[in-house]
């Protein structure tokens, strides 16, 4: 037994120095391997099942809640007074989107229509949809501000008309109608005698118009970039990054996360902020920058978007039919997890020569109404994304490790044991060849 010794020692040292070896190859391989899939599962594929159904129809639940601004003077404000205002809401919506006419390109892309249905939460809600709130006349006061410098003869007809339809500088109907829509003569009429005038074809409401937008994206859920006819410069025309719902791989803190806001017609983009975690996941926050909405004077890239009024007010005017509109950015996170974002709509209004409805109003940015969309993964898509990249990868990367020590250990043993066994195997052998006495004297010095 004692020759079988260090054989048996050099089989240990053996299978030490490759468990070393398998462990050192994993620190090198598995990133590369982990890396890869990870690349292969972000593509848009209907290969990739679990990304490509995520991203054809959105298994998040999305909510948008409306408040809106119901404007509690409204004689007073044709006088020339401030408006006051108080705040309704929030009236919650659950929003389903679902991709369809997909279809892959030669060059890298896949061009879809995205619908969007709104389903009404009267558990979420403050309210009903048909609760009646008061609101600026987007027709009669936007209208009136985009005619300013006509003729004053086509003025005196535009008002005319307004009386004609019984348009007043204000709304007051349901929040169901304001929100999606409610027959109009005036719409009807300007569609037939001058089409294209207004941004809508049927019912006219604040969102009228949002459930159905067209993209092309590259599969690797990159946009693909072509000019905006809306801003005055190409860099602002730009269409940049995702529609932002998903974005590539391997970002880091120094990367940004550029998206298209159709809300907004341009191109955004977030910063990171700090470091997260959300259900164990680690994740980076990304929030928008203080420039995002700062006028071309505070921040000089932002020129292409004029003609700016103070900061914190994106005029959207030259994609809303030069209906004097403005977005405020009120606060914008985006994480593929966690996703919020706030905007608010105002309208621009003052009094107008020959157009009798806009009375003495002072020159103001009314609020109108402000909404937050927010989403975040849950339940078994959530487990997917936590075993896939936060415990597989732990174990394997636990298991390199474990691998090298485990190795290095048993080859330092071995190696004792082999070193004591060939020290001690000659004096074993000599012993074959002594007296009995002899031998249980070498015995008692080994027990010893």
């Given at each position: 037994?004692?020759?079988?010794?260090?054989?048996?020692?050099?089989?240990?040292?053996?299978?030490g120095?490759?468990?070393?070896?398998?462990?050192?190859i994993?620190?090198?391989v598995?990133?590369?391997?982990?890396?890869?899939?990870?690349v292969?599962?972000?593509?848009?594929?209907?290969?990739?099942?679990?990304?490509?159904?995520?991203?054809?129809?959105i298994?998040?639940?999305?909510?948008?809640?409306?408040?809106?601004?119901?404007?509690?003077?409204?004689?007073?404000?044709?006088?020339?007074?401030?408006?006051?205002?108080?705040?309704?809401g929030?009236?919650?919506?659950?929003?389903?989107?679902?991709?369809?006419?997909?279809?892959?390109?030669?060059?890298?892309?896949?061009?879809?229509?995205?619908?969007?249905?709104?389903?009404?939460?009267?558990?979420?809600?403050?309210?009903?949809?048909?609760?009646?709130?008061t609101?600026?006349?987007?027709?009669?006061?936007?209208?009136?501000?985009?005619?300013?410098?006509?003729?004053?003869?086509?003025?005196?007809?535009?008002?005319?008309?307004?009386?004609?339809?019984?348009?007043?500088?204000?709304l007051?109907?349901?929040?169901?109608?304001?929100?999606?829509?409610?027959?109009?003569?005036?719409?009807?009429?300007?569609?037939?005698?001058?089409?294209?005038?207004?941004?809508?074809?049927?019912?006219?409401?604040?969102?009228?118009?949002?459930?159905?937008?067209?993209?092309?994206?590259?599969?690797?859920?990159?946009?693909?970039?072509?000019?905006?006819p809306?801003?005055?410069?190409?860099?602002?025309?730009?269409?940049?990054?995702?529609?932002?719902?998903?974005?590539?791989?391997?970002?880091?803190?120094?990367?940004?996360?550029?998206?298209?806001?159709?809300d907004?017609?341009?191109s955004?983009?977030?910063?990171?902020?700090?470091p997260?975690?959300?259900?164990?996941i680690?994740?980076?926050?990304?929030?928008?920058?203080?420039?995002?909405?700062?006028?071309?004077t505070?921040?000089?890239?932002?020129?292409?978007?004029?003609?700016?009024?103070?900061?914190?007010?994106?005029?959207?005017?030259?994609?809303?039919?030069?209906?004097?509109?403005?977005?405020?950015?009120?606060?914008?996170?985006?994480?593929?997890?966690?996703?919020?974002?706030?905007?608010?709509?105002?309208l621009?209004?003052?009094?107008?020569?020959?157009?009798?409805?806009?009375?003495?109003?002072?020159?103001?940015?009314?609020?109108?109404?402000?909404?937050?969309?927010?989403?975040?993964?849950?339940?078994?898509?959530?487990?997917?994304?936590?075993?896939?990249?936060?415990?597989?990868?732990?174990?394997?990367?636990?298991?390199?490790?474990?691998?090298?020590?485990?190795?290095?250990?048993?080859?330092?043993?071995?190696?004792?044991?082999?070193?004591?066994?060939?020290?001690?195997?000659?004096?074993?052998?000599?012993?074959?060849?002594l007296s009995?006495?002899?031998?249980?004297?070498?015995?008692?010095?080994?027990?010893?």
């Amino acid at each position: 037994m004692a020759i079988k010794r260090p054989k048996v020692a050099i089989g240990f040292i053996v299978a030490g120095v490759l468990m070393v070896l398998f462990g050192t190859i994993m620190c090198f391989v598995v990133p590369l391997v982990i890396d890869d899939q990870i690349v292969k599962h972000t593509v848009i594929d209907p290969k990739n099942d679990l990304t490509y159904t995520m991203w054809k129809d959105i298994p998040v639940p999305f909510f948008m809640s409306v408040y809106f601004f119901n404007v509690l003077n409204p004689a007073e404000i044709l006088k020339g007074e401030k408006p006051m205002v108080e705040q309704r809401g929030p009236y919650v919506y659950r929003k389903q989107c679902q991709k369809e006419n997909i279809t892959f390109h030669p060059n890298g892309t896949v061009s879809y229509r995205e619908y969007r249905q709104y389903h009404f939460e009267p558990s979420m809600s403050a309210g009903n949809e048909s609760d009646v709130v008061t609101i600026p006349n987007m027709l009669v006061l936007g209208a009136s501000v985009m005619m300013e410098n006509l003729p004053y003869v086509l003025r005196l007809m535009m008002s005319a008309t307004f009386k004609t339809f019984k348009e007043g500088p204000f709304l007051t109907k349901p929040v169901g109608e304001l929100m999606w829509g409610y027959d109009s003569g005036l719409v009807d009429f300007l569609n037939k005698y001058l089409p294209g005038m207004i941004p809508t074809s049927g019912k006219f409401g604040l969102f009228s118009e949002v459930s159905i937008r067209n993209f092309k994206e590259q599969i690797f859920q990159q946009l693909q970039h072509w000019p905006l006819p809306y801003w005055r410069t190409a860099q602002s025309n730009m269409i940049n990054g995702t529609a932002g719902q998903m974005w590539p791989p391997f970002m880091t803190k120094e990367s940004t996360l550029p998206f298209y806001s159709p809300d907004a017609c341009r191109s955004m983009e977030l910063v990171y902020q700090r470091p997260g975690e959300m259900y164990g996941i680690p994740l980076y926050r990304y929030v928008a920058p203080k420039t995002l909405f700062a006028n071309g004077t505070d921040y000089a890239p932002n020129e292409g978007f004029c003609p700016c009024r103070q900061s914190g007010l994106l005029n959207v005017s030259s994609c809303r039919h030069n209906l004097y509109i403005f977005v405020v950015y009120l606060q914008q996170t985006g994480v593929p997890l966690n996703v919020s974002i706030r905007l608010q709509l105002n309208l621009y209004m003052k009094k107008v020569s020959g157009i009798t409805e806009t009375g003495k109003i002072s020159d103001v940015v009314m609020p109108m109404i402000w909404f937050e969309e927010n989403g975040y993964i849950d339940g078994p898509i959530v487990n997917t994304f936590r075993t896939n990249l936060v415990v597989l990868p732990t174990l394997l990367e636990y298991l390199q490790y474990i691998l090298i020590g485990l190795g290095l250990a048993t080859i330092i043993v071995a190696a004792v044991v082999y070193h004591k066994v060939k020290v001690k195997l000659p004096h074993r052998i000599q012993a074959s060849m002594l007296s009995s006495e002899e031998k249980d004297s070498l015995l008692q010095d080994d027990m010893n």
